[in-house]
């Protein structure tokens, strides 16, 4: 079954729409940085855009302890978080391409709202 028929001009205006979209969530995800701090304050990550560390900082009251296994756990933990909420970031501003029963958790928030809007634009729906 075919979809509606929609002009050439209609579509091309759609498809540029969408890539001025696409522009400025980019530039937006450019300005995204986010700080995490571990629960005792000891280390501190910083991420910017999709998650990418871009600052990590230890104080040195971490080399009071021994256990270099729960150090690294922490590290890892605090940059998780910090990455977890980039990723909220990320989410809430794809959000109108997405649809609406979409959730944070089981989305692709790189490219399932975009593959969303674009099949949308290729089975003719507004």
């Known amino acids: 079954m075919a979809g509606p028929m ?8 759609e498809y540029e ?7 400025e969530i980019r530039a937006r995800i ?5 700080t995490a701090d571990s ?7 910083t991420v910017v855009g999709r998650g990418e ?16 296994r729960a150090l690294a756990r922490a590290i890892v933990d605090t940059i998780a978080d910090a990455v977890a909420r980039s990723h909220d970031e990320l989410f ?3 959000r109108r391409y997405l649809p609406p029963t979409a959730k944070r958790d089981s989305t692709d928030v790189h490219t399932d709202a975009f593959l969303h809007q674009l099949g949308t634009k290729i089975e003719g729906e507004p």
């Open 30 to 34: 450019a300005d995204i940085e986010v």
């Open 53 to 68: 560390l871009s600052d990590l900082y230890l104080n040195p009251r971490i080399y009071r302890t021994k256990d270099s």
């Open 6 to 13: 929609i002009d050439a001009a209609t579509r091309k205006a």
């Open 17 to 23: 729409r969408l890539r001025d979209d696409l522009l």
């Open 92 to 94: 809430e501003l794809t």
């Open 39 to 45: 629960p005792d304050g000891l280390i501190s990550a």
